[in-house]
T-cell receptor, first 117, second 116 residues
Framework: GAVVSQHPSRVICKSGTSVKIECRSLDFQATTMFWYRQFPKQSLMLMATSNEGSKATYEQGVEKDKFLINHASLTLSTLTVTSAHPEDSSFYIC?????????????FGPGTRLTVL | AQSVTQLGSHVSVSEGALVLLRCNYS??????LFWYVQYPNQGLQLLLK??????LVKGINGFEAEFKKSETSFHLTKPSAHMSDAAEYFC??????????????FGSGTQLTVLP
């Protein structure tokens, strides 16, 4: 149980285009979802926290107009990288948590590798 | 504010040798503690966690960790390394206080290499 999927697993796009990444909790209701960014050989950096039906809370230094997060249901959150540039190339990982059961744990998706040309 | 320090960004051990990955935390209240493993181009997999109760926690793949409050440590160990253990390991903490229990703060990671 507690499976989180991400789609796509890998995406290559041209500079200036927008890319949407989906994060789904497959077998539980995710009241909170988190989006992380990971540069090569580095740790995960929290970008934003989103609660279902609410606006996302962004970490300091993360542009909310560039990284649009939508958490429209208890099983789906999306991250849209708008007007992507090569410096946005990174590994994006989502995680989800629930208020019931293993409430102190985050379940991670497999990640999405974004390459902007 | 919480922080996590992982001593040693790279650790190499021989196959069959003891694995010891170090993690120290800083928090005004003892946090929840986690160890995750990440294989190349994959997400994070939970190895083990400490929330309450017994301070020696056993996880998957033969790993265990001990919470030592006096030392503010949560070191990860495995008695005998296997080639398949080669990966990146992250220690993480979250605030156990109500309303903020789920946000994770990660350490910088330790790359484990297992030598044949």
């Amino acid at each position: 149980g507690a499976v989180v999927s991400q789609h796509p697993s890998r995406v290559i796009c041209k500079s200036g285009t927008s890319v949407k990444i989906e994060c789904r909790s497959l077998d539980f209701q995710a009241t909170t979802m988190f989006w992380y960014r990971q540069f090569p050989k580095q740790s995960l950096m929290l970008m934003a926290t989103s609660n279902e039906g609410s606006k996302a809370t962004y970490e300091q230094g993360v542009e909310k107009d560039k990284f649009l997060i939508n958490h429209a249901s208890l099983t789906l959150s999306t991250l849209t990288v708008t007007s992507a540039h090569p410096e946005d190339s990174s590994f994006y990982i989502c995680s989800a948590s629930t208020t019931s059961g293993r409430a102190n744990e985050q379940f991670f998706g497999p990640g999405t590798r974004l390459t902007v040309l | 504010a919480q922080s996590v320090t992982q001593l040693g960004s790279h650790v190499s051990v021989s196959e069959g040798a003891l694995v010891l990955l170090r993690c120290n935390y800083s928090s005004s209240v003892p946090p929840y503690l986690f160890w995750y493993v990440q294989y190349p181009n994959q997400g994070l997999q939970l190895l083990l966690k400490y929330t309450t109760g017994a301070t020696l926690v056993k996880g998957i793949n033969g790993f265990e960790a001990e919470f030592k409050k006096s030392e503010t440590s949560f070191h990860l160990t495995k008695p005998s390394a296997h080639m398949s253990d080669a990966a990146e390991y992250f220690c993480a903490v979250s605030d156990r206080r109500l309303g903020s229990a789920r946000q994770l703060t990660f350490g910088s990671g330790t790359q484990l290499t297992v030598l044949p």
